[in-house]
């Protein structure tokens, strides 16, 4: 598929999702490479590609990636088996994930959910595959349903879920006994805040409220090295006809920021951390990024 064609579904979000975003992307990236694209045509493709979404740092990480890795190496099948090589590190990172996240799911746990996040879904299901008797409570997230697909994902794989509506977090929090909450990230910053699916911020305001762990599960490069030089990422806001088509005036932000002191834990595929250990992921994985400009 086409470097247009591919920012274009990733846009319009039939690839959504943060790493089957940076995945496609790089994918797209290969397939340049693999016909013979030369650096300022790859340097064109990271562009569009980079421009699909603004606020899934995965996205730009895993372009510019591909392009480090093509002006690293000039010989084509020592470029292609290295950005093979990186897109099979992703799988790799998200099983590890699933791996070490299944450890802090116990058994009898009642889990909280938001959107549709793989690595969250990964880690449920891991841990259900180890014989764990959990229920979980999906919210449906609004405007765009992607905890239809948690719902549907995880009652697939065996799971016990309940469908919500999202006004019902903070409700659902007490009366069914709610020991977890997990999530995914679209970006983390330096300082450990996470960018996520609009209304997590206040799922967790709601955890911190009513004591209940919060915890996010995401694959180092969702980890943002631009805000280690004080960038904030940007926070998309989409088509205001996702909300509603008969109202003049909607906000429609896709994203929000959850500060680190409502989050207890990041699981990624180097181990579970503390939010403030996030600065020692990117010092030691993503520096190559600062200094490739
Ligand atoms: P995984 C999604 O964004 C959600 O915010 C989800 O939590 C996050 O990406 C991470 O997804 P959107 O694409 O990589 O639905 O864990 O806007 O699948």
Redesign the pocket.
């Given at each position: 598929m086409s470097v247009e064609d591919t920012a274009e579904r990733i846009q319009s979000?039939e690839v959504?999702?943060?790493?089957?975003?940076a995945v496609t992307a790089a994918e797209a990236m290969l397939s340049e490479i693999m016909g013979g694209a030369d650096i300022p045509s790859l340097e064109r493709s990271a562009g569009v590609l980079k421009a699909a979404?603004p606020?899934?740092v995965?996205l730009p990480n895993a372009v510019d990636y591909v392009l480090y890795l093509s002006r690293k190496h000039e010989d084509e099948n020592t470029r292609i088996k290295r950005v093979e090589g990186f897109i099979e590190s992703q799988r790799k990172a998200r099983q590890k994930i699933a791996e070490i996240g299944s450890h802090l799911i116990e058994e009898g746990d009642v889990l909280l959910t938001?959107?549709?996040?793989?690595?969250?879904t990964s880690v449920i299901k891991a841990a259900h595959s180890l014989g764990r008797k959990i229920r979980v409570f999906a919210t449906e997230s609004r405007p765009?349903y992607?905890g239809h697909l948690t719902y549907k994902d995880l009652s697939k794989a065996g799971v016990d879920v309940t469908l919500i509506v999202d006004s019902a977090v903070n409700f659902t929090l007490h009366e069914k006994n709610i020991d977890k909450v997990i999530?995914?990230?679209?970006t983390v910053y330096v300082n450990g805040d996470v960018i996520?699916?609009i209304g997590?911020s206040q799922v967790a305001l709601a955890a911190h409220v009513n004591d209940v762990d919060f915890m996010v599960?995401?694959?180092s490069i969702?980890f943002s090295p631009q805000s280690l030089l004080g960038i904030q990422t940007q926070i998309e806001e989409r088509d205001p006809r996702e909300v509603a088509d008969f109202a003049e005036q909607v906000f429609n932000p896709?994203?929000d920021v959850t500060p680190k002191e409502h989050i207890h834990q990041i699981i990624t595929e180097y181990g579970v951390i503390p939010p403030e250990a996030a600065y020692h992921i990117l010092k030691e994985h993503y520096s190559w990024r600062l200094e490739d400009g």
């Open positions: 979000m959504r999702g943060a790493l089957r975003i979404r606020s899934a995965s938001h959107c549709n996040s793989t690595a969250a765009r992607q999530v995914g990230a679209d996520n699916k997590t599960a995401t694959e969702k896709a994203f």
